[in-house]
T-cell receptor, first 113, second 108 residues
């Protein structure tokens, strides 16, 4: 079965650069979530989208933005990167059914040097 | 976001049952109880979820207290591949906030 696809798998950027992470949800899933997981930390919710509209907002820095496109894929844009942004970034998708579970991708490992 | 409390770590012997507890005394009537697990450097993996009744699937069982203020994830026969961090999450639907999970060590 098709899973959530994230690209790239690894990304190395320098401080103050920008980065764009992409997420392709499972077909027919209309809701996308983004999470950040620092070394040794638990996943922190950043933001979610339903039907291309922002659905919920968590601890996403102002330097980050995200959107969901008409084909339901989502992109997380990160600007003015800081060393502390180095983390695993996970995307998850689900359907809008209230008891629909999350399906996660394998993540993008961002390293800021 | 509703809070959950889990032990930081647990150990189990291989091929023995494991009971992973979760307390959620502030759960609301519309919150589903979800369990996910995460292996190192991998994305979290859905395990099971339920609302009021106990649930079984091929991976595990979920036992929910009658007052819904606690639940227990049951792995019937732990294998080395079950070593992971297990997260209990309350979700009213479309909101999933991770707390501090339980790191399960399986001893051969």
């Amino acid at each position: 079965a098709a899973g959530v696809i994230q690209s790239p798998r690894h990304l190395i950027k320098e401080k103050r650069e920008t980065a764009t992470l992409k997420c392709y949800p499972i077909p027919r899933h209309d809701t996308v979530y983004w999470y950040q997981q620092g070394p040794g930390q638990d996943p922190q919710f950043l933001i979610s989208f339903y039907e291309k509209m922002q659905s919920d907002k968590g601890s996403i820095p102002d330097r980050f933005s995200a959107q969901q496109f008409s084909d339901y894929h989502s992109e997380l844009n990160m600007s003015s990167l800081e060393l502390g942004d180095s983390a695993l970034y996970f995307c998850a998708s689900s359907s809008r059914d209230r008891d629909s579970p999350l399906h996660f991708g394998n993540g993008t490992r961002l390293t800021v040097t | 976001d509703a809070k959950t409390t889990q032990p930081n770590s647990m150990e189990s012997n291989e091929e023995e049952p494991v009971h992973l507890p979760c307390n959620h005394s502030t759960i609301s009537g519309t919150d589903y109880i979800h369990w996910y697990r995460q292996l190192p450097s991998q994305g979290p993996e859905y395990v099971i979820h339920g609302l009021t009744s106990n649930v079984n699937n091929r991976m595990a069982s979920l036992a929910i207290a009658e007052d819904r203020k606690s639940s227990t994830l049951i792995l019937h026969r732990a294998t080395l591949r079950d070593a992971a961090v297990y997260y209990c999450i309350l979700s009213p639907g479309n909101q999933f906030y991770f707390g501090t999970g339980t790191s399960l060590t399986v001893i051969p």
